[in-house]
């Protein structure tokens, strides 16, 4: 079963984890990114193309990054 977060939960595990590692806000996202990418290319294989689609709340960096990784 796959658990469902909230915003709110999601944004305070980004505040924790840059306050405690220590890592920039843009070092934990390209970290996301790299996992997005490495996750969906062991499940699904390189091959396939997705869309990608970003909505509101500061996360189209998120996006963008997981789209130059995947190139």
Known sequence: ????VSTEQ???WDVFTIRE????S??????ACEAFVTWFVEHYGASHK???VCG???NGGD???SCAIAQ
């Open 50 to 52: 997705i869309g990608i």
């Open 26 to 31: 843009i070092d934990l996202m390209e970290r």
């Open 1 to 4: 079963m796959i658990k469902i």
């Open 21 to 24: 590692e220590p890592i920039a």
């Open 10 to 12: 999601i944004k305070a």
């Open 63 to 65: 996006g963008l990054g």
């Open 56 to 58: 509101t709340g500061n």
